[in-house]
């Protein structure tokens, strides 16, 4: 279950497109990022599959983002670490 308000409190990369996300109330996740890049057909989106856009992630009030809000996720998603659904990614293949 989330708990009612969640923030994330560090970030760190673990892989090319991963990072272990750790929430505040313990909760750790590593979440693969490269899928949903991958199947976006959104060039802006896109853009993060270049290593060193993807790597200019940083926190903001508890959210991680990527340069003005152009790439952000839901933080229940991170939480439960689900980007796709599962039904999208069984499409995609």
Known sequence: ?????????????????ALRIVFDDGTAQTVDFKPFLSLSRHPDIRAYLEPACFAAYRIEYGELVWGDYDLCFPIADLYQNRLMSELALENAA
Do not use: H, L, R
């Open 1 to 17: 279950m989330i708990p009612a308000t969640i923030n994330i409190t560090s970030v760190e990369q673990v892989g090319d497109y």
